[in-house]
């Protein structure tokens, strides 16, 4: 059985940094994985996606340099670090997972869809505070 596991969120101020795991396990490959964040009120968008080598790598717009998406294939976990964080980052952030069978990177947006992904974790909290 599949499952992945997030961790890391909290509290900062304005400014502060945070970093997010996302650990998985009862995975036979390795997987693409994103991270989503949903706020309150909002539909859940995209944040970054790393392939399964980890050499390719894609971010949204707003993210505008402040995030990096990396990960440890030997551990099996996957890290968001944030930095600059804005009031606007408040959210719930999901890590997903989609099988790497049959799948190629694309840039472009493709990999921060949710419905490439089947897994997903329960999410982790992030609220910064201005």
């Known amino acids: 059985q599949v499952q992945l596991v997030e961790s890391g969120g909290g509290s900062v101020q304005a400014g502060g940094s945070l970093t997010l795991s996302c650990a998985a396990s009862?995975?036979?490959?390795?997987?693409?994985v994103g991270w989503f964040r949903q706020a309150p009120g909002k539909e859940r968008e995209g944040v970054a996606a790393?392939?399964?080598?980890?050499?390719?790598?894609e971010y949204a717009d707003f993210v505008n340099g402040r995030f990096t998406i990396s990960r440890d294939i030997a551990k099996k976990s996957v890290a968001l670090e944030m930095n600059s964080l804005k009031p606007e980052d408040t959210a719930m952030y999901y890590c997903?997972?989609?099988?790497?069978?049959?799948?190629?990177?694309?840039?472009?947006?493709?990999?921060?869809?949710?419905?490439?992904?089947?897994?997903w974790g329960q999410g982790t909290q992030v609220t910064v505070s201005s």
């Open positions: 009862g995975y036979s490959y390795t997987p693409f």
């Open positions: 790393i392939s399964p080598s980890g050499g390719s790598t």
């Open positions: 997903a997972a989609a099988d790497s069978a049959g799948q190629y990177w694309l840039y472009g947006g493709a990999w921060l869809r949710e419905g490439r992904y089947s897994t």
